[in-house]
């Protein structure tokens, strides 16, 4: 087989997974406190992997054996956008955004979670609970919420028939430690570090994706999987003349 079709093929896997990524910003172009997240890319020699000549999982569904001397590309998580979302005013009474780095702080079936996601209600027995029941924490634990109107203050703290009831717990954590979940949160096995992040009441933070970027790359990215596509094609097809003519040489 032809030497390039491995690098040819390394390239398209890897503007794959670019596709996949930026598809799944713009799915998320509504979803509150969503951060994009950019993959990133190693090349590296074949007689660098663990065993000769074995492509790792990273790139391939299942390691093959390629030659030991072909540059490949080795697809790493990536790293999460640190830039906050645009702020929006929507009036929700329980609609928190904060104005800086930090995470509201969850307690959820699996355990603590973290999101930038404010969009909050009060659960069948009075606490402040995300839309799933995961009662929000605040620093001395569940908020619960007596009835009537609600403020919350710019330091965290919720106030209901003018007394305060709590105050919410905002956290910031090792970026390297995040570990993305579904319903856009996060898991973090290390502390998290108490922080006086602002909180604005009546506002959510948008996602840090814009369609129009996200549009122009899901264009360029499809063009340049689709010429290394071509350019597997044309060294299959170099294969192809070159088998022939060694089985009439023959």
Not at 54 to 75: H, K
Not at 88 to 98: I, K, M, N, P, S
Not at 208 to 229: C, E, K, N
Request: aromatic share 6%.
């Amino acid at each position: 087989m032809s030497d390039g079709i491995y690098v040819a093929l390394s390239g398209a896997l890897g503007r794959q997974r670019q596709l996949e990524t930026v598809a799944n910003d713009l799915a998320n172009l509504e979803t509150p406190g969503y951060r994009s997240l950019r993959p990133s890319f190693r090349e590296y020699l074949g007689t660098a992997l663990g065993s000769p000549g074995q492509a790792p999982d990273a790139v391939w569904d299942a390691p093959r054996e390629v030659p030991a001397d072909r540059v490949l590309l080795s697809i790493e998580p990536g790293t999460e956008s640190k830039r906050p979302g645009p702020l929006r005013e929507t009036r929700g009474e329980l609609d928190l955004a904060l104005e800086d780095a930090g995470y509201f702080v969850l307690q959820t079936a699996q355990g603590v979670r973290y999101t930038r996601d404010g969009r909050f209600q009060r659960d069948a027995e009075g606490f402040l609970a995300a839309g799933d029941g995961s009662r929000v924490l605040g620093e001395k634990g569940p908020l619960h919420l007596p009835a009537g109107t609600v403020q919350v203050l710019a330091d965290g703290t919720l106030r209901a028939r003018g007394q305060d009831v709590g105050r919410l717990l905002r956290v910031e954590l090792p970026p390297q430690a995040l570990q993305r979940e579904g319903a856009n949160r996060y898991r973090c096995d290390l502390p998290g570090r108490p922080v006086e992040t602002p909180v604005r009441q009546g506002w959510l933070e948008g996602a840090d994706v814009s369609a129009l970027s996200g549009m122009v790359q899901m264009i360029a990215l499809q063009r340049s999987f689709s010429a290394l596509q071509q350019v597997i094609q044309s060294y299959r097809e170099i294969d192809q003349r070159a088998n022939e003519a060694a089985r009439k040489e023959v």
